[in-house]
């Protein structure tokens, strides 16, 4: 049974066993905080990249505006025939060109009924811990699903992924979807579209692909390094942060056991009225699957954009060299970013 939360004060995720239906589930599938007000209209155009205007006025049309007029004229006029709207849109561009910030501004824009934004671990969580069948008729009947950071290193969940929307667009369901691209990837950026489409070859026509050119502003973060504090300094910003808030206070070690104790599904809730996550004594991961797991983590706390308070060392530094040279190198880079914006938060 979890802890009760406080208003205030310290207290241990380890100590937590949220749970989670598969309803509770569907119903955190919105837009990150951050892009609650994320429109169309502010989204700011680099009059330098073309690409950016055309992809937002594509995104437009993709969401159900600037529909055309109807042709004027007598009983016999032919009515021009307006272009087909493909099921799916992928936006294909490196990091920091907006592809999220778009992605928001569908999920808003788009009257729909029934609509979903989730990353890609968010909705393959989902079928871990309800299975296959159960979120077919979660989401059976749904008019849009955004999938941010469509992976691209793990077979197994695509191709489980790519059923599910298979099974989706035939029933009506349209799609929005972004890759995890990496950062200061000199051209990788440029492949992402090829990649996506061999990924989910049994639905590539279902999918027009918008590339986003752009500069990349999350490379100003990626060449520093997140902030480790010594032991007085972290007492110290706990203790400031636990008279306003929740802070959680926990062993790197004892995350990292108890990640492994809860389904990703439920890190979400994890975290849950938590303003400051606070881990003590961190170490370089050597376990692929409990750095998978941190990640997972990770992602949760961006999307809710909560501090992060570390001892030991940097934890740009926490997945070692062979694991951000392997076969899940881009969620290990994107990670990576994220860790050092939040210790800098």
Excluded: W
């Excluded at 599938?29 to 892009?35: I, K, N």
């Excluded at 609650?36 to 950016?52: K, L, N």
């Amino acid at each position: 049974m979890s802890s009760p939360t406080p208003t205030v004060g310290r207290m241990r995720l380890a100590d937590r066993l949220p749970e989670l239906s598969g309803a509770e589930m569907l119903a955190t599938l919105v837009p990150p905080p951050q892009f609650d007000g994320a429109t169309f209209e502010t989204y700011r155009v680099d009059e330098d990249f073309p690409s950016q205007q055309q992809a937002k006025d594509a995104l437009i049309a993709f969401s159900g505006g600037n529909a055309p007029a109807k042709a004027r004229g007598g009983l016999f006029r032919r009515t021009p025939k307006s272009p087909d709207v493909k099921p799916g849109v992928y936006l294909d561009g490196g990091f920091g060109v907006g592809k999220t910030h778009l992605l928001a501004a569908i999920y808003h824009a788009m009257p729909a009924r029934r609509k979903y934004f989730g990353s890609f671990i968010e909705y393959t969580a989902l079928v871990g811990a309800t299975g296959y069948k159960n979120t077919v008729e979660l989401f059976r009947g749904a008019d849009l699903l955004c999938i941010d950071e469509f992976e691209l290193d793990d077979p197994g969940d695509t191709m489980v992924m790519t059923r599910l929307l298979g099974e989706l667009v035939s029933s009506g369901t349209k799609l929005a979807a972004t890759s995890n691209t990496p950062p200061n990837a000199l051209g990788e950026g440029r492949f992402a579209a090829q990649d996506f489409l061999r990924e989910i070859h049994a639905m590539a026509d279902n999918f027009e692909t918008i590339r986003i050119d752009g500069v990349d502003f999350r490379q100003r973060t990626l060449d520093g390094h997140a902030l480790a504090l010594t032991a007085a300094e972290y007492e110290s910003a706990l203790s400031d942060a636990a008279g306003n808030g929740v802070v959680s206070d926990d062993t790197f070690a004892d995350l990292i056991a108890h990640l492994a104790r809860v389904h990703p599904s439920r890190y979400i809730r994890l975290i849950d009225s938590v303003d400051v996550i606070g881990l003590q004594d961190v170490t370089e991961l050597t376990d692929q699957s409990a750095a998978l797991r941190f990640v997972a983590f990770i992602d949760r706390a961006y999307d809710a954009q909560i501090p992060l308070r570390a001892t030991g060392i940097s934890l740009d530094r926490v997945f070692s060299e062979e694991m951000r040279a392997g076969g899940y190198r881009k969620k290990y880079l994107r990670a990576i970013s994220r860790l050092i914006a939040l210790t800098h938060s």
